[in-house]
């Protein structure tokens, strides 16, 4: 890995890059998946690559290669430099980065079993336990069920001096239960929808979440949804489980703070956002009791977040996003940290793999935990409606405007969960929502969920985020939205 | 890697020399791919990626398994192979698992330009340089992205299929923005030449500038015209509605609806990845060569596409529409050509007293998935028309429609053209008029 990094930096700085930056990915990937008691898939992939971002001329240029020969390195180095002259055709303003320490280290990212050790077969012999204890249940139509597990070994160089090793593993899991009568498809997910919880974790993140013992019940809510009442169209009081709340703060907090967003460059795709630097220290975005971090430290959890730098070379850090119910920090690079007036990136730039470019991600963008427990919240709730697992989610372009729904609800009455509602939604404007917050429960109830699917950028990248959450209470809420009458 | 068909076959070679399996197939890839976007009236990212793939599914005592890499050396194929084999063994037998399919003939389809293959950055940033400076005509802020790339993939088993492509393709995307408003256009083509980069610049603009200082509608139900991008990122969610599997396996919308008047009288849409505005290779991802398939016709759900697999367990025949396998989606169609009508977008505002032009959506998602209840947003050229008359910008609305009622209520249709969006494949659609669409929020812009 270093000797062709080396030699891509130092072929880029003879053609006149005044910096650059280099980034050696392998990655091994490995995914497994079964459907109504056969085997679906058994994959493994690798992915060995080099790219090179460089400043030359007052423009930026990226190129990539997947041919290891110096060679091809040499032509990849060349090619950035080529296209940053081209880029600087267009230049209005002077790039300037904000600095940054020469870093030598090597990071790994805590893994207790290697999930590329334990047997494929071991692990679709789970997986088919799974899926028979979910089709035990009359009326379920669809059991599925995947395992997806990743190595990404990476080496970061920089013409600052830099040279930074890190090690991370991703594991993934999760199953679904789905279940056609009439005129209505309804489905149940465990623990998550969209492929289920991940994190930077080996095999173990797999033992823990008791997957068997769970996928009765998810089915058998499967098939009751049938049967369960709409839910109502009106005002009402939400609560929120923990995995919604963290898709909530992802499309509602985490990428209206994104830096280049908010400049303008995701404008033609990604979209902008509302957070106009004017707002930064004045914006009342959430209820007092709301505190939220950017958080990479690996102290913060095993997150898709979690590293010990970004693929700028910044250290990991914990930034301050919503400080008792103030707008207070962004998520930033060492550009848009310089073009605003910051002191120093928030260290989050990070990138898919070895062919794109880093963009400015989130990393762990949590709630921090308040003191309540579940079974107080719904005591403490007269008219509301739980709402569990995320089924659909949209925001617009410039994150005001969001609708949601979840996979089931039950209807909260008089401190009590009564009935239970199918077709959950739920709309309204970030800061309305979020200024509504009046109860947030404790650590005991906190989960750091993984979406590992999280879309950007042109060409579209796919970065995995961390969102730490624990359930929620929204006062006067329009729920029942996403159904026309 | 330059793939070359010839270069592809070695390879293939390679693998047959240490696959041990009973069935060996190998899918050997290639791209070339540049970008240059712009913001802000400058360019502020330009990047090249060159990348290669092997991959291959092996079958060995009725087990399946598939093993890829980006390198190419003797030792790191020989590795792929024995890892797919111990990925075969560590399984049960699959019981409906076919034999490889046999040598298929293709038709010839031209899709690769050397133009779009040798586009330069420099061509890119001055052409980005040329749209720059539209905006800053009349004083608006540009964003976008120009892209070139190349692409071939070959596909070939042990049982002699061999099947081989390639193509280019480019992309220029636009949005104009003002300070209250906003506009957008954009266009694909294997052809760079087609993309008339200045003409999609002058109609973001023109969009922009048009819908300066929007007002706030009521939401509600209201016709609307849907423009082909608008159209086409709705279209594109019903895709795998169509899928044999999928109805089989009752996660279709269309499960129970085969064979009945489901959308509109004038709703026909077929699949056909040999029209000359469609792009793709002659075969599907296991070599079957695709059919063109007709699917909707005069509203009624005519037919489902089927890959090899599904079509043997259904005891349908294949339509060259499969996944690579292993896959658990099975098939979809994806050249899809739906047919329109002869008029214009201008006919269609003149007969509107009361009604809305989308430009485009966004963040469409959905919501129900046996209504087809789609959410999403409207983006960058949302018009108020009046008596006939497009009036002014509109604030963006947020939907909530179902996608089966929509193609129930369409009234008029332009004829189709090569579309692109954002959230789904190009397909051939036209731009329509709707009525009854259900808005169901504002935002604040």
Same mark, same amino acid.
């Given at each position: ?50 790219? +090179? ?16 020969? @110096?060679?091809? $390195? %040499? ?6 430099? #080529? ?11 002077? *790039? ?33 336990? *799974? %899926? ?7 009326? $379920? ?46 489905? =149940? ?66 990428? !209206? ?31 007092? *009791? ?7 430290? !690996? ?56 062919? =794109? ?53 039950? #209807?909260? =009455? ?52 961390? @969102? ?18 | ?75 790191? +194929? ?36 050397? #133009? ?9 940033? #001055? ?39 390639? &193509? ?5 995307? $636009? ?91 004038? *709703? ?26 007709? +699917? ?15 079509? @043997? ?25 739906? %047919? ?82 954002? &959230? ?22």
């Amino acid at each position: 890995m270093k000797e062709f990094a080396t030699w891509a930096l130092d072929t880029a700085v003879a053609r006149g890059a005044t910096y650059a930056e280099v980034r050696v990915l392998d990655t091994r990937q490995r995914y497994l998946s079964t459907k109504n008691g056969q085997i679906s898939q058994v994959r493994e992939s690798q992915s060995l690559g080099l790219g +090179i971002r460089v400043i030359a001329g007052g423009g930026w240029g990226f190129a990539s290669t997947d041919m290891m020969t @110096h060679a091809d $390195v %040499d032509r990849a180095a060349a090619l950035a430099v #080529e296209i940053a002259l081209a880029s600087a055709l267009t230049k209005k303003h002077k *790039i300037h980065l904000v600095p940054e320490k020469k870093i030598v280290d090597h990071w790994a990212a805590p893994c207790r079993i290697d999930p590329f050790s334990v047997p494929t077969s071991s692990c679709l012999e789970l997986m088919l336990k *799974i %899926d028979a204890e979910l089709r035990s249940v009359p009326g $379920v139509t669809l059991a599925e069920a995947a395992m997806d597990f990743r190595r990404v070994e990476q080496l970061f160089l920089s013409s600052l001096g830099s040279e930074i090793y890190q090690l991370k593993t991703q594991t993934g899991t999760g199953y679904v239960a789905t279940s056609f009568a009439g005129t209505e498809i309804q489905r =149940r997910s465990y623990p998550n929808s969209f492929g289920g919880q991940y994190q930077n974790k080996g095999y173990e993140l797999v033992q823990e979440l008791d997957l068997v013992e769970n996928a009765r019940r998810v089915a058998e809510e499967s098939v009751a949804l049938h049967k369960a009442d709409q839910c109502p169209v009106g005002e009402k009081d939400i609560i929120l489980d923990s995995s919604q709340l963290g898709l909530q703060i992802h499309e509602s907090i985490g990428h !209206p703070i994104e830096l280049d967003r908010v400049l303008g460059t995701e404008a033609n795709f990604a979209g902008m956002s509302f957070l106009t630097i004017d707002k930064l220290g004045t914006l009342k975005y959430a209820s007092d *009791i709301v505190n939220v971090v950017a958080d990479a430290t !690996p102290a913060h959890g095993p997150g898709l977040g979690t590293f010990a730098y970004d693929d700028e070379g910044v250290p990991a850090q914990c930034t301050p996003i919503i400080k008792d119910g103030l707008f207070v920090g962004y998520l930033s690079s060492r550009e848009t940290a310089s073009t605003v007036g910051l002191k120093r990136s928030s260290g989050a730039m990070r990138a898919e793999s070895w062919n =794109r470019i880093p963009l400015i991600r989130m990393t762990n963008v949590s709630i921090l935990p308040g003191t309540w427990k579940p079974e107080d919240l719904i005591a403490d709730t007269d008219n509301g409606i739980y709402m569990e697992t995320n089924r659909s989610w949209s925001i617009d372009d410039r994150r005001y405007n969001f609708q949601f729904g979840t996979e089931i609800g039950w #209807e909260i =009455r008089g401190g009590k969960k009564t009935r239970m509602l199918k077709n959950p939604s739920y709309g309204g404007i970030t800061t309305d929502f979020w200024n509504s917050c009046d109860a947030i429960c404790g650590p005991d109830y906190w989960t750091l969920w993984g979406t590992p699917n999280c879309g950007k950028g042109q060409p579209m990248q796919t970065m995995g985020t961390g @969102h730490g959450a624990s359930p929620a209470r929204f006062r006067k809420v329009q729920v029942g939205v996403a159904y026309p009458e | 890697m330059n793939l070359t068909r010839q270069r592809a076959e070695e390879v293939f070679d390679k693998v047959l020399k240490y696959s041990t399996a009973d069935e060996t197939e190998a899918t050997v890839s290639s791209t070339s791919y540049a970008l240059t976007r712009f913001a802000n009236n400058a360019i502020h990212q330009n990047v090249a990626e060159e990348s290669s793939s092997l991959s291959i599914r092996l079958v060995s005592e009725g087990r399946m398994a598939r093993a890829s890499t980006n390198k190419f050396d003797e030792a790191s +194929i020989r590795q792929l192979c024995e890892n797919a084999l111990m990925l075969t063994r560590l399984q049960p037998p699959e019981p409906l698992l076919l034999p490889m399919p046999g040598p298929q003939t293709y038709r010839s389809l031209n899709r690769f330009f050397n #133009e779009t293959a040798q586009l330069t950055p420099q061509t890119r940033a #001055e052409t980005v340089a040329q749209v720059v400076e539209r905006a800053e005509k009349d004083g608006l802020t540009a964003a976008g992205v120009f892209s070139n790339g190349a692409s071939a993939y070959g596909i070939f088993n042990s049982r002699g299929m061999k099947a081989y492509h390639e &193509e280019t393709m480019s992309e220029f995307s $636009v949005t104009m923005m003002s300070d209250s408003s906003s506009g957008w256009a954009k266009r694909t083509a294997p052809y760079w030449m087609e993309l008339e980069p200045q003409e999609l610049a002058e109609r973001a603009a023109q969009k922009a500038l048009g819908s300066r200082d929007p007002r706030e509608v009521v939401p509600g139900r209201y016709t609307v015209i849907l423009e082909p991008a608008a159209m086409l990122d709705l279209l594109g969610f019903m895709i795998f509605d169509f899928s044999g599997l999928a109805v089989h396996e009752q996660r279709s919308c269309l499960t129970g609806r085969v064979g009945q008047k489901v959308f509109g009288e004038n *709703i026909n849409f077929r699949d056909d990845a040999f029209h000359p505005l469609q792009t793709g290779a002659p075969f599907d991802g296991e070599g079957i060569p695709r059919q063109r398939v007709p +699917i909707v016709e005069k509203g009624e759900v005519k037919n489902l596409v089927y890959s090899r697999q599904t079509a @043997h367990k259904l005891g349908m025949q294949p339509t060259g529409h499969g996944f690579p396998l292993p896959n658990e989606y099975a098939e979809a169609p994806l050249n899809i050509v739906m %047919d329109g009508d002869r008029s214009s977008v201008d006919d269609m505002i003149k007969s509107i007293d009361r009604g809305m032009l989308v430009t485009r959506f966004w963040y469409i998602r959905e919501v129900d998935p046996y209504k087809k209840i789609l959410t999403g947003m409207t983006r960058d050229g949302t018009f108020w028309i009046e008596d006939g008359q497009v009036k002014q910008g509109v604030r963006n609305l947020r939907f909530n429609q179902s996608l089966v009622d929509m193609l129930g209520q369409v009234e008029m249709m332009s004829p189709p053209q090569r579309t692109a969006g954002e &959230e789904s494949f190009e397909m051939v659609v036209p731009a329509a008029k709707i009525r009854d669409f259900n808005f169901a929020s504002t935002t604040k812009y």
